[in-house]
């Protein structure tokens, strides 16, 4: 239309505004981190695994928002430009996460079996698995996926504040390129990090839809977060440019995702029980057995059919409505990562020490990543204020 | 064969820019017109609410049909599997009192017929909310309605509207900026 919108001031964050939610973050650091020790100190299993839950439940969430930050280049969006800064914001503390995954370095042993066994007696790592399952591998790969999620998230966000300055187009054609780049390099990162981490928690298991089933919750995830993040900052006065339409299209990818999860995670379920095969089995005879099997029910029914009914209906995504659905889908993941991790502490049934072993790592990583992300919110402007397209993004209508 | 005999359908007019129909539809809209369409080459965003239109009706009666489709399905596995004819497959549960706990297998059926059936309520309820299928429409007498599919834009207000004047309606369009103001006429 010719009506011209009017493009609207740059705004910096306030840290006064965050005050009151950085304090929130620096109590739950502490108490998380304190509490994680805690449970390490009185059981190194529980407190090892309860780690890695913690570790791998943002690791995925960044990963995710990584994620949506290389589709809006690659398929060079318009609606998602006044949403990016914050994408950006969130995707670049994986530079950070490398730092989260020390306590894990340090208790390989206790976390995987196949550190201490020998490939040449135990059976389960004859043949070609060793191949893949051996020190020098293990740490290559997880320097190669730190160091490529630390470097390529930074250049985005570090050109994409350098177009504030200048509003140079060409920091967009740099930024498609290397968003271009960032896709094989998430979904490799992701799927080998979650076969190496998670998979091989039992190193005997099998599963051929692995990592795309992980990177179906890390999207719905990020994608949440992205929503929870963008309502917070109204709340405070900031970003009045993002419309009900964006949350309207937000809350159609949280949609999508709900039911890409469904199916992948169906499907997961489906190849291996049909097929029957002993090693790839194991994983669900353990899940479905017992208390286990109740919190997979929920899951199932959380996670998918709770979230499908309401996320249809337009009313809903572009009302108030869309934090609830927002928060519920981090919980899920939660739970879906709970269910992916603990039974191999408890195989016999759900336990409450471990749920509460859980949270505390969880406390104390979302504690440190939220200051750091309040410190990159408070570096740049709120939205990329000179992107050449941030005027069709603030117009735009489903 | 006088033209006079034939019955009004409708008043159309012509625009030569997307943001000059766009701006026209507006006004159409806030002088309370409600039986009228607008006509352009290519779909123009915003158009929906500078015609004040409402949110169609297509999406509940998908609601609707995916609905059924997913009792259809839960329906055709149960009944067939747990009453009609019982079989062991695999070692899976088969009645109607155990029959849930091997409800995992039979989701396919269900999701895809929820798909079709949703699918089907897509297309046919648009055809019928199009009033599709129509051979003849009176707009086709209006030998300039043809550039439609081109290159111009056009505000059709109908007869059958409450506030329709074949006079002021023809000036009201005037003072919109359309041009080749022009009554279209029915056949008979």
Known sequence: MSDHHHIPQAEKFDAKKGAKLKGLFLGAAGVGLVGAGATFVMSPTLGAHAWLFAFFYFFTVLVGCFFWNCLHHATDSEWSVVVRRQIENLASLLKYIGVFFIPIALCTTILYAWFTADPKTDILLAGTKSAYLNKPFFWARALAFFGLLFLLPNILRKRSMAQDKDGAASHTFTMRKAAIAGIPTLAICLTFAGIDWLKALNHHWYSTMWGVYLFAGAAGASMALIVLTCKWLQSQGYLKPVTEEHYHLMGKFLFAFTVFWAYIGFSQYMLITYANIDEETIYFRVRNTGSWNYLSMFLVFGRFFFMFVPLLFQGLKKSRGIIFCASWILFMQFVDLFIIIMPEVSPNGFSFAGLIATIFPWLGIAGCLGLLFLKHLGQACVFPTKDPRLAESLKFTN | ?188
């Open chain 2, 1 to 188: 064969m006088a033209e006079s005999f034939k019955r009004l359908h409708a008043i159309g007019a012509e625009f030569d820019t997307t943001s000059a129909i766009y701006h026209a539809a507006e006004k159409v809209r806030d002088a309370g017109y409600t039986n009228w369409d607008c006509h352009t080459p290519f779909p123009v965003h915003g158009m929906d609410k500078a015609m004040g239109m409402k949110k169609s009706w297509l999406s509940a009666f998908v609601f609707a049909c995916g609905l059924t489709g997913f009792i259809t399905g839960l329906l055709l596995v149960t009944v067939t599997s747990f009453g009609l004819y019982p079989t062991i497959v695999n070692g899976k549960p088969n009645d109607w009192t155990h029959g849930a706990g091997a409800m995992q297998f039979f989701f396919p059926v269900m999701y895809e017929l929820t798909i079709l059936f949703s699918a089907f309520g897509a297309v046919f309820g648009m055809i019928i909310r199009n009033g599709l299928p129509k051979f003849h429409h009176p707009l086709f007498n209006w030998s300039r309605f043809a550039k439609a599919t081109d290159d111009k834009f056009f505000i059709i207000i109908e007869s059958s509207d409450p506030m329709f004047s074949e006079t002021k309606t023809k000036a009201f369009l005037d003072s919109l900026g359309g041009k080749h103001i022009t009554p279209v006429f029915d056949h008979e």
